[in-house]
């Protein structure tokens, strides 16, 4: 009973950072609508910020840094990050989240991913990848609980966030500016007739949201160090926590952060006695975030508070893609030569990119066609992946049956991912879907007793005798192993070009336009999203199968959640609601050939992360239809020009925002 009690509060200082950021996270969706991604990272900046004056007195800036003579104490670096999380917090809601405010949630939702991925990036880059400590705020002192010796600091750092969250609850409940971010929330067009300005009113919400977060993360990371990474996604189970309070009681956060700190702190104890089976050692106190979210969003996902804003602005244009043979063969036999004319590196950046646009096509069709904004691709991917290890291995399966086998376990992954999708949709479905990437990776490619730190082998595909391995001798990238991935891939773009431009096409849009009212069509809109769902898992599930080809073997590493974000990037930024956005989201991908030539000529390393999140927050703030749909509307306006038509006529409404009030006319439609 005594360890128990001393792990419990143990986890009081995990707990702390939780209510931290729930409540940062709870003030921006009060203020703004906006469910906030990035929170953690917003946060970890200043920490690291601190962090670094303690370590040689160095003022680090995103560009630049400032020398001071000597290290300054705790109480100025503490004050000087939290200045710090303040300036953050000006920019981020005047450059990034103030354009997005009444945006559709998948731009909201893209732009704050876009902002983690940045500053994530950006933390890596100017203070390096590595775990750092951090000098201790509160003291270390041992005291006396219910007769047991605990850890006073613990209890302290859990005073000390409750406290904060107690006065952003008073400043909610008892002040003017509060009771205006309240009533903006109910509905801003009232609250801007009154005389209030819901701009402002969320611009102080995201400071004082930025500076609650830095002190967090400062806290906790006097624990356990700070790294960029963990302090990052440690915004997941805050999102939970925060659904729990149902996005609106400040004394649900506070009571829900800190019993989540102590169930996981307990959780991590109990995976250490000798009965626990060695399977769930690992991962399991990310598990554990995942199934709170899941329980939540199917008891209250329908009630969950949302926000009335002042207007709704379309989501990008959807083009019904059609088989057009000569571009077909031109683009098929365009990928042939390229692979056939290259060797080594070159070569195997064009083959990656073939893998990465399979990627950047299950993003499409999950969001772009069916609207629902699903982090998870990339875990549908490892899924496949680590499958092809086993059962390619251990039972010899040969290529393709190996590859169909491993997609369809990516299919069921899908579906069981997609259950939560029949309650909830948006923001909402984002959290779901990011847990659950969260959790596969820790709980599944993370645990040494599925997954050796040396990976999982797998076996060379082999058709009727003829090796079709990446890898021969001092051949890095053979021509074989890239005629196969394109085939794959032309297969697999014909399937989806044959689904989206028919019936289940149709059905796609029809859910992403309105659910209530396809369903009022006669569209099941549940088997619809389960389709959507299994489909794009399927071709996610090839992409893992082809990425676990190219490497040879797979790893943890290999489908970490942030290249998934990474992912997700791309396919917006290449435009996410057509096959051509894929392709272009291929040609930019991680380890694509874009990026092999720039790491060659530049050295790029850490900055393509930080471009591509930069790139995703631009897109989503100025272009949301990419650069696909750029061309594409400049080439439609090229033609009107050229038959004389109106310059600023439309090829293709966009589509509402699902779930639309259904009395409003749905100008979804595609050409």
Known sequence: MTTFIQFAVLGLGLGAVYVGLATGLLLVHRATGIINFAQGAMGMWGAYVFAQLQVDG?????????????????????????????????????????????????????????????????????????????????????????????????????????????????????????????????????????????????GFAIMLSTVISTAAVILGSSITGLNPENYTLIVVPALAVLLLARLE?????????????????????????????????????????????????????????????????????????????????????????????????????????????????????ITGYLGQISLAQLAFAGAAGFTLSKIATAWGLPFPLAVLLSSVVAILLGMLVALPAFRIRGAQLAITTMAAALAIERFVFGNYSLTPPEGNPIAEPMIGGVNFAVREGRDLARLEFSVLVLVVAALAVLLFIRLASGDTGRAFLAVRSNERAAASAGINVRMTKLIGFGLSAFIAGLAGCLIGYSHGQ?????????????????????????????????????????????????????????????????????????????????????RRKQRGGPAGAGTADAAAEPGDDPSRKDPSHAS
């Open 554 to 638: 797979l790893s943890a590493e290999s489908f970490e959640v942030f290249v998934g974000l990474q992912i997700l990037a791309v396919a917006y930024v290449g435009g996410i609601t057509s096959f051509g956005g894929a392709l272009v989201a291929g040609l930019i991908a991680p380890l694509g050939i874009l990026y092999v030539v720039l790491h060659q000529l530049f050295e790029m390393g850490n900055y393509y992360a930080l471009i591509t999140g930069i790139g995703l927050m631009i897109t989503a703030i100025l272009h949301p239809s990419g650069i696909a749909g750029e061309v594409h509307r400049a080439i439609a306006a090229l």
């Open 58 to 202: 160095t003022l680090v800036f995103p560009v630049g840094q400032l020398y001071l003579p000597e290290p300054p104490g705790v109480v100025l670096s503490l004050f000087i990050a939290l200045l710090m999380g303040l300036l953050l917090g000006i920019l981020a809601h005047y450059l990034v989240f103030r354009p997005v405010r009444h945006a559709p949630v998948l731009a909201q939702v893209v732009v704050s991913i876009g902002l983690m991925v940045a500053i994530q990036a950006l933390v890596v880059i100017r203070f390096g990848p590595n775990n750092i400590a951090v000098d201790e705020v509160v003291p270390r002192v041992d005291i006396a609980l219910v007769g047991v010796a605990v850890s006073g600091r613990e209890l302290v750092m859990a005073v000390l966030m409750v406290g904060l969250a107690a006065l952003v609850w008073v400043y909610l409940q008892f002040t003017r500016a509060g009771s205006a971010t309240r009533a903006a929330a109910e509905n801003e067009r009232g609250a801007a007739l009154m005389g209030f300005s819901p701009d402002r009113l969320a």
């Open 249 to 365: 009681s400040i004394a649900l956060v506070c009571v829900g952060g800190l019993a989540l700190g102590v169930l996981q702190s307990e959780l991590n104890l109990v995976s250490t006695s000798e009965w626990w089976p060695t399977w769930a050692k690992s991962g399991l106190d990310q598990v554990v975030p995942f199934l709170i979210v899941m329980v939540i969003l199917f008891a209250f996902g329908k009630r969950l508070p949302s926000r009335g804003s002042l207007q709704t602005v379309r989501l990008p244009d959807v083009t019904l893609p059609r088989i057009r043979l000569l571009p077909a063969v031109l683009l098929i036999g365009g990928a042939a030569l390229a692979v056939s004319l290259t060797s080594g590196q070159i070569r195997f950046g064009i083959t990656s990119s073939m893998i990465m646009m399979l990627l950047a096509l299950s993003y499409v069709v």
